[in-house]
């Protein structure tokens, strides 16, 4: 139970961001309650052993880091250790009669030559290198201003000082510059991927929220490079948490907050359950890492459009990695960074189309990466020694939507049809590479927009709490994107302005906000 009647904050939520917001404010001086649902801290940037009987740790949800500022990292001394991957992606395609594919990773001849080989020509890959160059400047320019009071878009829009980038990623939607740049299907579909993940668009959607997915996908760190955090995403959450109580920062787990109430100023009360009955806590600011949805209803107001998810979450434990129908890539290179399955910019249009109109897609689009590979310390010496691996699959434009009748029966037909579409490139099947656990059963959990929303309270589903908003003020933002509607509450998760991904920047913000920086 709370040691105390009252404190200075009180953070709901003990995911990453609510700890990053605790780390923050009691280093000064405050004094911080975080309430946490569940059993343990972490959110959805856990490391779990979902496989009975088999040691091996699996970044269950979130699994990447790009967005975490090293400015957080610095601040709060956290013990944390990214890994570059040396494969950014290879993306596997038939061609004139043969299996061939993509590979782009950290040596530009190999790259440059993976380009020629598949596109016949140079044109291609000078395309890549010039749109990524401009992604990059803009990277160097705009992250920087995610732990800064929210720029006036204007003032972004001059740090920017490229009114090229600046229509093509911030006014237009994302499929025109796609279009302009690159002519390769497969090309043009590798670019699109990052505008899709968790967001269910097309390239020419007018609501540009493709776009706004895109340049969170390509600014991380100014560089926009995906890094693995070894010994699981758990190890972020829990050196975060060390940071939080070392600060001397109180985190009170099987705490579900039940209301909110507040003068709007300098007084709040938070209602909680436990297993043992109900309680209350008196605070001066309220700190909320839920989702604008529930924050609502905990303040008894009318909550916001619904948010939606749109994907599928495999986690998978293999023996060994399968071979590959290319013959040129190796599956240890193939599988290190991001293996591109149905990914091609035709395919992703038809999927969308097909998903819209309330059909699972019949070539479902996905991306699968071999955390072991990377970081083989999530596995147990018995099975790092026998060669197994970790497979992580993210599918794409699977809304929340197609499961609303018949979850678990439409999730077996989704996660079969995945499959057979990572199969159609392989040499084996994967079946019969998966691991069993302790009863016999195969080494794989599927979970969709319905099973986030129940296991983690993330409405619809959506991994970003609601559509992602420009890192710029917009009507009603206030000063860091922060704020609601009260005061003395302040909204510290992913739904904040610049909120999403595994980051700690909405939670920093608050902790800005709170101490009137």
């Given at each position: 139970?709370?040691a105390?009647?009252?404190?200075?904050?009180?953070i709901v939520?003990?995911?990453?961001n609510g700890?990053v917001?605790?780390?923050?404010l009691a280093r000064?001086?405050?004094s911080?309650?975080?309430l946490?649902?569940?059993?343990?801290?972490?959110?959805?940037?856990?490391?779990s052993?979902?496989?009975?009987?088999?040691e091996?740790r699996?970044s269950?949800?979130s699994?990447?880091?790009s967005l975490?500022?090293r400015?957080?990292?610095?601040d709060?001394g956290?013990?944390?250790t990214?890994?570059?991957?040396?494969?950014s992606?290879y993306t596997?395609?038939r061609?004139?009669?043969?299996a061939?594919?993509l590979?782009v990773d950290?040596?530009?001849?190999?790259?440059?030559?993976s380009f020629?080989?598949?596109?016949?020509?140079?044109?291609?890959?000078?395309?890549?290198?010039?749109?990524y160059?401009?992604?990059?400047?803009?990277?160097?320019r705009?992250?920087?201003?995610?732990?800064?009071?929210?720029?006036?878009?204007e003032?972004?829009?001059?740090?920017?000082d490229d009114d090229?980038?600046?229509?093509?990623?911030?006014e237009?939607p994302?499929?025109?510059?796609?279009?302009?740049?690159?002519?390769?299907?497969l090309?043009r579909?590798?670019?699109?991927t990052?505008?899709?993940?968790?967001t269910f668009a097309?390239?020419?959607?007018p609501s540009?929220?493709?776009?706004?997915c895109?340049?969170?996908?390509?600014?991380?760190?100014?560089t926009g490079?995906?890094?693995?955090?070894v010994?699981?995403?758990?190890?972020?959450?829990?050196a975060?948490?060390?940071a939080?109580?070392?600060?001397?920062?109180?985190?009170?787990?099987g705490?579900?907050?039940?209301?909110i109430?507040?003068?709007g100023?300098?007084?709040?009360?938070?209602?909680?359950r436990?297993?043992?009955?109900?309680?209350?806590v008196?605070?001066?600011h309220v700190?909320?890492?839920?989702?604008?949805?529930?924050?609502?209803?905990l303040?008894?107001?009318?909550?916001?459009?619904?948010?939606e998810?749109?994907?599928?979450?495999?986690?998978m434990?293999?023996?060994?990695?399968p071979?590959?129908?290319?013959?040129?890539?190796?599956?240890?290179?193939?599988?290190?960074?991001t293996?591109?399955i149905a990914e091609?910019?035709e395919?992703?249009?038809?999927?969308?189309?097909?998903?819209?109109?309330?059909?699972?897609?019949?070539?479902?689009?996905?991306e699968i990466?071999?955390?072991?590979?990377?970081d083989?310390?999530?596995?147990g010496?018995?099975l790092?020694?026998?060669?197994?691996?970790?497979?992580?699959?993210f599918?794409?434009?699977?809304?929340a939507?197609?499961f609303?009748?018949e979850?678990?029966?439409?999730r077996?037909r989704?996660l079969?049809?995945?499959?057979?579409?990572?199969?159609s490139?392989l040499?084996?099947?994967?079946?019969?590479c998966?691991?069993?656990?302790?009863?016999?059963?195969?080494c794989?959990?599927?979970?969709?927009?319905?099973?986030?929303?129940?296991?983690?309270?993330?409405?619809g589903g959506?991994i970003f709490?609601?559509?992602l908003a420009?890192p710029?003020?917009?009507?009603?933002?206030?000063?860091?994107?922060?704020?609601?509607?009260h005061?003395?509450?302040?909204?510290?998760?992913?739904?904040?302005?610049?909120?999403?991904?595994?980051?700690?920047i909405?939670?920093?913000?608050?902790?800005?906000?709170l101490?009137g920086?």
């Amino acid at each position: 139970m709370p040691a105390h009647e009252r404190y200075d904050a009180v953070i709901v939520g003990g995911g990453h961001n609510g700890l990053v917001a605790a780390a923050y404010l009691a280093r000064a001086g405050r004094s911080v309650l975080v309430l946490e649902r569940l059993g343990s801290t972490g959110g959805a940037a856990v490391s779990s052993r979902p496989f009975a009987g088999l040691e091996a740790r699996l970044s269950r949800y979130s699994y990447l880091v790009s967005l975490l500022p090293r400015k957080i990292v610095r601040d709060l001394g956290l013990e944390l250790t990214l890994r570059k991957r040396p494969v950014s992606s290879y993306t596997p395609v038939r061609r004139d009669g043969r299996a061939t594919g993509l590979l782009v990773d950290d040596r530009a001849d190999a790259t440059r030559q993976s380009f020629e080989q598949l596109t016949g020509g140079t044109a291609e890959y000078r395309a890549w290198e010039d749109f990524y160059g401009m992604t990059r400047r803009v990277a160097e320019r705009v992250f920087p201003t995610l732990t800064e009071p929210l720029p006036a878009r204007e003032e972004l829009r001059r740090r920017v000082d490229d009114d090229t980038a600046w229509r093509m990623l911030f006014e237009e939607p994302l499929g025109a510059a796609v279009e302009a740049y690159f002519h390769d299907d497969l090309v043009r579909g590798v670019v699109l991927t990052d505008a899709l993940i968790g967001t269910f668009a097309e390239s020419h959607d007018p609501s540009l929220k493709q776009n706004r997915c895109f340049l969170y996908h390509v600014i991380g760190n100014g560089t926009g490079d995906w890094d693995v955090p070894v010994g699981g995403m758990g190890q972020l959450t829990d050196a975060l948490a060390a940071a939080a109580r070392s600060a001397g920062a109180e985190l009170a787990t099987g705490h579900q907050v039940t209301g909110i109430e507040t003068d709007g100023d300098r007084q709040a009360e938070v209602a909680y359950r436990t297993a043992e009955g109900y309680g209350t806590v008196a605070a001066g600011h309220v700190l909320v890492g839920a989702s604008p949805h529930e924050l609502a209803a905990l303040l008894g107001e009318e909550p916001p459009a619904a948010a939606e998810g749109a994907q599928l979450k495999v986690n998978m434990l293999l023996k060994r990695l399968p071979q590959l129908r290319d013959p040129a890539v190796d599956p240890r290179q193939a599988f290190a960074g991001t293996f591109h399955i149905a990914e091609g910019y035709e395919q992703l249009a038809t999927a969308y189309t097909e998903a819209a109109a309330g059909r699972l897609p019949s070539a479902p689009p996905s991306e699968i990466y071999c955390h072991s590979l990377t970081d083989p310390t999530i596995l147990g010496p018995e099975l790092a020694e026998r060669g197994y691996h970790t497979l992580t699959l993210f599918g794409l434009h699977t809304p929340a939507r197609l499961f609303a009748a018949e979850n678990d029966a439409v999730r077996e037909r989704l996660l079969a049809s995945t499959l057979a579409q990572l199969d159609s490139h392989l040499a084996e099947p994967l079946a019969g590479c998966l691991a069993e656990d302790a009863e016999g059963r195969p080494c794989i959990e599927a979970k969709t927009p319905l099973d986030l929303e129940r296991d983690l309270r993330l409405p619809g589903g959506n991994i970003f709490h609601r559509d992602l908003a420009f890192p710029h003020a917009q009507e009603s933002t206030g000063r860091w994107g922060v704020e609601t509607g009260h005061a003395n509450v302040l909204l510290c998760g992913a739904g904040a302005v610049r909120g999403g991904g595994v980051s700690g920047i909405p939670g920093h913000n608050a902790a800005m906000a709170l101490l009137g920086h």
